[in-house]
């Protein structure tokens, strides 16, 4: 059994799958295998995975009968690996040949933490930096205010980082029977983690990620029925965070005093608080959404 397991999710990834699974060629650490779960694409991804799987018996094609949506397919590789250690790579990412080496590094000496992660470096598609996010050197600071700063200053590269297998299968149970969304979902399950003080991080490696958003799509306009979702949708993510938290602390006071925090991550991950009093303030009366079902399923 090789000691990590890479679950790669993809849907109709045919023009970035062949990259992405290159990189992970090129790590420095070799003992791992990939699960490409593929989730009945349509284009050449299906070629692509059994393709690179005839080549090298460390990848693995996994075709879903069904497109099972985003949020499915991530949980689905994860509960399929069997190894120590288990990370997520999107089709769009990269990271440093040493990345695996290094968190694995991590993990060892580090007995008492569960997910490991490098530096993050904002790409977009033409590969140009946008931004880059050193690993918080916190140590030595008292512990509330530690934990509140890495909470409030998480990365969403951080979800893709490495794990503990049986801790994040675990963080995924929790947080998939209450929250059944794509969008936001890596914030919740890192904030498990980051409750439990169970990070570990280092600048010696980069994570890459790619955002495919441009400044055309970043100006688009909502509908009032997407702004209507997307106020439920946060509504629930601030929920399920405090009920997170009032599992580990059992002190009335402190998760009193906590709630003002749990709004602010709210608010920086998912869906600020001033946009939506406006849209509270400027849409019709009698309108939003209803169902927990009826939300945007994207990342």
């Known amino acids: 059994m090789p000691l990590i397991t890479v679950g790669v999710p993809a849907y109709n990834e045919a023009e970035l799958l062949a990259g992405s699974l290159e990189v992970l060629t090129q790590q420095t650490f070799t003992d791992f295998e990939v699960l490409i779960f593929d989730n009945a694409s349509t284009d050449a991804t299906a070629e692509i995975a059994a393709g690179l799987a005839a080549r090298d018996p460390r990848f693995k094609h996994i075709r879903q009968p069904f497109n099972k949506g985003e949020f499915l397919n991530f949980h689905d ?158 509504q629930r993510f601030y929920e399920v965070a405090c009920a997170m938290f009032a599992k580990r602390e059992t002190s009335p006071l402190l998760r009193f005093v906590t709630k003002p925090l749990f709004f602010e991550y709210t608010g920086r991950k998912l869906f600020g608080f001033r946009r939506v009093a406006l849209r509270m303030v400027t849409r019709p009366a009698g309108t939003g959404a209803q169902q927990k079902d009826d939300l945007p399923s994207q990342i």
Request: contains cysteine.
């Open 77 to 234: 590789a994860v509960k399929a690996a069997t190894s120590p250690y288990f990370l997520w790579r999107a089709c769009d990412d990269r990271s440093a040949p040493n990345y695996l080496e290094e968190l694995v590094r991590l993990l060892e000496q580090n007995p008492h933490k569960d997910l490991a992660v490098g530096r993050v470096r904002v790409i977009d598609l033409d590969q140009t930096v946008l931004r880059e996010f050193d690993y918080p050197a916190l140590e030595g600071r008292p512990p509330f205010w530690r934990r509140w700063s890495r909470i409030l200053n998480a990365r969403a590269g951080w979800y893709y980082g490495l794990y503990r297998r049986d801790a994040i299968l675990d963080r995924m149970n929790e947080v998939v029977r209450d929250y059944r969304n794509l969008w936001g979902f890596d914030y919740l399950v890192l904030l498990g983690f980051l409750l439990d003080d169970k990070v570990v991080g280092t600048d010696a490696t980069v994570f890459e990620q790619t955002r495919k958003r441009t400044a055309s799509t970043q100006r688009k306009k909502r509908t009032n029925e997407e702004r209507d979702r997307l106020i439920f949708l946060r």
